[in-house]
């Protein structure tokens, strides 16, 4: 591959070409886009430039998020506190521990141009390793990754024959499905999160702990209990608004994360419904705003903190070839129960009882 074929690919002259790979300010904008989309197209590396950065590592690496086609909230959520934020800002702290700098991506599956642009990042060499923040285990991402045979980790979700960590999901539901019940609650219902209609494998772990432990405890499964929201807390207030509708509402709500879980309390704060008294409230991720809220939180811990460094240390593994490609670490992280006035009295105290 050289510049000439990338000359042909873009309809200009390789000394055109040339120009932009070592002038591009001498280039006029709308041919040097040209030229540099068919660069990614062809996955063409100029060769001095490779040659410099084999020998010299970037010593970056980046946190791709794939989302679909809307994500699950507007902007202005986007930029409030999510889990998503969270795990970023974990991984800029562990990255600057093993100095490394840290970059974000994001890509949409409705932009034709957005899987070349994290091509780009892979073959003009621009970062060591990625880690990969996906929904699903098809994800083009993951198979881009794949088939270049570059250093990649997935976080959140367990994908075959890949480097992963994943959160218990399934336990951690069946954990706190089985409290509820076993402390009196016999309408629990499930604010199961969705993203663009899709079931989410998160989700869909989740599921089935939620139905182990109704039956374990001798609950019927009702479908008008498992209620589809997407992850913001409006959706979480809309939501719980159309419960409070029904003429049997129920005696417990799990929420998909503790941002739904703030619409559920002020939903049911509005409309004096007492909590936990009436209706018991429960959320995912344990936000440190949990402890704040009025009442106070009940949610589900998620160990971020071990789940990045061991990400980032597999991953700086592979690129520095301490580890070999095909020696898989994957990981399953257990989660814990932070009990608060939301769910009621001590725990060990009303299971003695």
């Not at 950065?53 to 086609?69: D, N, Q």
């Not at 994957?330 to 009990?339: A, D, E, G, H, M």
């Amino acid at each position: 591959m050289t510049i000439k074929d990338v000359a042909r690919r873009a309809g200009v002259s390789f000394q055109t070409v040339s120009l932009v790979l070592n002038h591009p300010e001498k280039v006029a904008r709308t041919t040097r886009e040209t030229i540099e989309a068919a660069m990614r197209e062809l996955d063409f590396v100029p060769s001095l430039a490779a040659r410099s950065l084999r020998k010299k590592p970037s010593r970056s690496i980046a946190c791709v998020f794939s989302v679909g086609a809307q994500p699950y909230d507007d902007l202005s959520g986007m930029m409030q506190e999510t889990y998503q934020g969270i795990v970023l800002q974990t991984f800029a702290h562990v990255a600057d521990q093993f100095g490394y700098t840290l970059i974000h991506r994001r890509w949409r599956s409705d932009d034709p141009e957005g899987l070349g642009k994290i091509s780009s990042l892979v073959s003009e060499a621009r970062v060591d390793g990625i880690v990969v923040f996906a929904d699903r285990r098809d994800d083009p991402l993951i198979a881009m990754l794949q088939a270049k045979r570059f250093p990649f980790f997935v976080f959140g979700l367990d994908v075959a024959d890949t480097h992963y960590a994943m959160r218990a999901e399934r336990d951690a539901m069946y954990q706190m499905v089985r409290y509820l019940a076993q402390t009196g609650s016999t309408s629990i219902c499930f604010f199961k999160g969705e993203r663009d209609g899709r079931r989410l494998r998160a989700v869909t772990e989740r599921l089935r702990g939620y139905q182990e432990a109704l039956a374990e405890a001798g609950l019927p499964l009702r479908d008008d209990l498992v209620i589809p929201c997407d992850w913001s807390s409006e959706s979480g207030r809309r939501v719980t608004l159309g419960l409070l509708e029904r003429q049997s509402r129920p005696d417990a709500i799990v929420a998909a994360n503790d941002r739904v879980a703030f619409g559920v309390l002020k939903a049911l704060h509005d409309h004096g419904v007492r909590v936990p008294e009436d209706i018991r409230v429960v959320g995912f991720d344990n936000f440190v705003q949990c402890a704040y809220t009025i009442p106070s939180l009940t949610s589900i811990e998620v160990p971020t903190l071990e789940m990045v460094r061991f990400a980032f240390s597999t991953l700086v593994e592979i690129v520095e070839g301490t580890r070999p490609a095909d020696d898989l670490a994957q990981k399953l992280f257990p989660t814990r129960l932070v009990f608060r006035d939301s769910t009621g009295p001590d725990p060990e105290t009303q299971l003695q009882g």
